[in-house]
Each structure stands twice: as structure tokens, then as C-alpha cells.
């Protein structure tokens, strides 16, 4: 029978693990947790990557961003030219 664990040390493992460095061997045995729960903790903390339907959809507006801006560069530098 497994014994409940606090979502405190919960945090504490997870945390000495990304913040600290430390091993998950070693969370393991400083903490007597199984390496197969920290493991679990970690996957359930980690964040999701993007699909690529969304990483394509940022892309493209990220060019038509950039192309928006050099347009307005263009038109600012026409502007200055045009005053001096």
C-alpha cells in the first residue's frame, strides 16, 4: 500500500529538480520517493509544447508583422527625406 504524499514535498522535489539541478536519483533518495513518481510529478508539471498548427500560425504572422513594420520604415524614411 502506498503512502499519500503532500503536495508540499511534492513542490519541494520538483522544484529542487529544475531550480537546483539535482538528479532525480538523487530528489529520490533525499526525499525516500520513487524515482517512477518524481518522474510523473515532472511530466504533469511540464509544459506542453505547441502543436504545429500553431507554431505555423505564429510564423506567419510574424511575417506579416515584420512586413507591416518595413513598410513603415519605408514610408518614415520617405517622410524624413522629404522634410530635409
Known sequence: MSVPIKPELKAEVVHRIKAEGISVAQASRDHGVS????????????????????????KRENEALYAIVGRLTTEITKLKKGRS
Open 35 to 58: 524515482t517512477k513518481a518524481i518522474y510523473n510529478w515532472l511530466a504533469k508539471t511540464a509544459e506542453k509544447a505547441p502543436s504545429l498548427v500553431l507554431v505555423n500560425q505564429l
